[in-house]
């Protein structure tokens, strides 16, 4: 099993750009979530979903949408980037049984200018 | 969800036995007590989860005492590739107890020196 996969590595955008940051799980796992993690904090929750078409905000939702067609994506899209999301980026997956053993991806670091 | 408070920062040194407590007053019945590990530029990855007592895998020991308002994540025989942020994070595993919202605090940073 490959785990939890994300592209890109890195990123840097310009203000105002979009883009859509890649998140995949071949474990099966019915939860994926996306965090943010700023310098020298703990992870805050954006968005998760709890199965395919069902999506719900965390705790830092604005300026960020996301989608879950299929059980193994979970895509976010940042619609217009600013500096303030500048930031490491990280996908999470679990089974809905165990929602506190999270199975964490290895993160995108996005810097917009 | 119950809030957790345990120290910024440890120091260690190689070959000793590292315990980072967490103080949790308000856990729930339902709630778990679960430990993460993070390295610099790594995603948080699991480690141990507990409800009572104690409880032991390959990486580390959890003890919960019975009165579970606090736990402590025990580390044997700490290496240089044991320095990173240890997080507790205390919440029940189902989605109707909040096991959807996983709420990462500052942790706890571990320093192993030689």
């Known amino acids: 099993n490959a785990g939890v996969t994300q592209t890109p590595k890195f990123q840097v955008l310009k203000t105002g750009q979009s883009m859509t940051l890649q998140c995949a799980q071949d474990?099966?796992?019915?939860?994926m979530s996306w965090y943010r993690q700023d310098p020298g904090m703990g992870l805050r929750l954006i968005h998760y979903?709890?199965?395919?078409?069902?999506?719900d905000q965390g705790e830092v939702p604005n300026g960020y949408n996301v989608s879950r067609s299929t059980t193994e994506d979970f895509p976010l899209r940042l619609l217009s980037a600013a500096p303030s999301q500048t930031s490491v980026y990280f996908c999470?997956?679990?089974?809905?049984?165990?929602?506190?053993?999270?199975?964490f991806g290895p993160g995108t670091r996005l810097t917009v200018t | 969800l119950a809030k957790t408070t345990q120290p910024i920062s440890m120091d260690s040194y190689e070959g000793q036995e590292v315990n980072i407590t967490c103080s949790h007053n308000?856990?729930?019945?339902?709630?778990?007590i679960t430990w993460y590990q993070q390295f610099p530029s790594q995603g948080p990855r699991f480690i141990i989860q507990?409800?009572?007592t104690k409880v032991t895998n390959e990486v580390a020991s959890l003890f919960i005492p019975a009165d579970r308002k606090s736990s402590t994540l025990s580390l044997p025989r700490v290496s240089l590739s044991d320095t990173a942020v240890y997080y507790c994070?205390?919440?029940?595993?189902?989605?109707?107890?909040?096991?959807?919202?996983?709420?990462f605090g500052t942790g706890t940073q571990l320093k192993v020196e030689l």
């Open positions: 999470a997956s679990a089974r809905a049984s165990t929602l506190y053993e999270q199975y």
């Open positions: 474990m099966n796992h019915e939860y």
């Open positions: 979903s709890v199965g395919a078409g069902i999506t």
């Open positions: 308000n856990i729930a019945t339902n709630d778990y």
């Open positions: 507990g409800y009572k």
């Open positions: 994070l205390v919440g029940d595993n189902g989605l109707t107890g909040g096991g959807n919202k996983l709420t």
